[in-house]
């Protein structure tokens, strides 16, 4: 149920109602998905987003420290990534303003997927068309 069916008292509360589901295009959820669990999104192709995002474990590892590429150990636990669309801004103590941002970050951090080959495919996004063209290795 949203805030607004829940009238006035609802929208002064500073924890609001996880609002409805967007439409969104299932191709791009689809796209979204793979490149979710996409290791060639890493610098040597052993880690995805999912490594470390489980989806089937509330978004998260569950370790104390992150195992990043190069066996680099994170100094932050990995938080859900469930609903962080939702959030004001991302990471633990505001590291990235947008979610876009958060995982710019996430693909070029030596702490994560360590850049290199991620780096190249974010650069492959292309924006007139909307899509993603994924030319890693
Ligand atoms: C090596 C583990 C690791 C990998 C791989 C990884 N992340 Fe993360 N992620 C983290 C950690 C740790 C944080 C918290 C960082 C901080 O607060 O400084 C984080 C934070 C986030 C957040 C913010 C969540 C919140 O609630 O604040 C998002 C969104 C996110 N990651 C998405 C991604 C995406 C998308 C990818 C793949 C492109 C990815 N991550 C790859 C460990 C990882």
């Known amino acids: 149920m949203s805030a607004q069916a829940l009238g006035a008292g609802a929208r002064m509360e500073p924890i609001l109602p996880i609002p409805e589901p967007p439409t969104l295009d299932t191709r791009l959820v689809d796209l979204g998905a793979r490149l979710f669990a996409d290791a060639r999104l890493s610098r040597d192709g052993s880690l995805s987003c999912a490594s470390c995002h489980d ?3 509330y978004g998260a590892d569950g ?3 992150p195992i990043g590429v190069d066996a680099a150990q994170g100094s932050l636990k990995t938080p ?3 609903n962080s669309g939702l959030s ?3 990471g633990w103590g505001g590291l990235a303003s947008t979610l876009d941002s958060m995982v710019a970050l996430a693909i070029e951090s030596p702490a994560s ?3 290199g ?3 190249s495919c ?3 996004w292309d924006p007139t068309s909307g899509w993603w ?3 890693t290795r």
């Open 122 to 124: 974010w650069r492959a």
């Open 80 to 82: 859900t990534v469930y």
């Open 55 to 57: 989806l089937s474990h």
């Open 63 to 65: 370790l104390a420290h």
């Open 133 to 135: 063209r994924i030319s």
């Open 113 to 115: 997927l360590g850049g």
């Open 88 to 90: 004001f801004v991302q």
């Open 117 to 119: 080959a991620g780096q």
